[in-house]
């Protein structure tokens, strides 16, 4: 079983900032990419930024600049790191994982149950 644990959203001012944090646990043999995703009201899911195995990284072309993925391999934790917020960047973030377990050593795409990050004056 495994079980991904975000944290980190909240409620800001345009402007401001917030760390997004998704910690994996459980029965894990190796974890391939991580990333993050976001869905606003009204929208499909997008992606918004990812980092390989091998640390590198792309991101959507609306948080270039803004926004920095990052992740701890030793804790199994991806974090995003989002600057100056805007209010487009309203939406529920998602931690998405590739990982093998350690029981079958099968690749599965794993995700976070969701952290809702709110921009507003």
């Known amino acids: 079983q495994v079980q991904l644990v975000e944290s980190g959203g909240g409620f800001v001012q345009p402007g401001r900032s917030l760390r997004l944090s998704c910690a994996a646990s459980?029965?894990?043999?190796?974890?391939?990419?991580m990333g993050w995703y976001r869905q606003a009201p009204g929208k499909q899911r997008e992606l918004v930024a990812r980092?390989?195995?091998?640390?590198?990284?792309n991101y959507a072309d609306s948080v270039k600049g803004r926004f920095t993925i990052s992740r701890d391999n030793a804790k199994n934790t991806v974090y995003l790191q989002m600057n100056s917020l805007k209010p487009e960047d309203t939406a529920v973030y998602y931690c998405?994982?590739?990982?093998?377990?350690?029981?079958?050593?099968?690749?599965?795409?794993?995700w976070g149950q969701g952290t809702q990050v709110t921009v507003s004056s």
């Open positions: 980092i390989t195995s091998g640390s590198r990284t």
């Open positions: 998405n994982v590739d990982l093998a377990t350690a029981t079958t050593r099968t690749r599965y795409d794993y």
């Open positions: 459980g029965s894990i043999f190796s974890i391939y990419t």
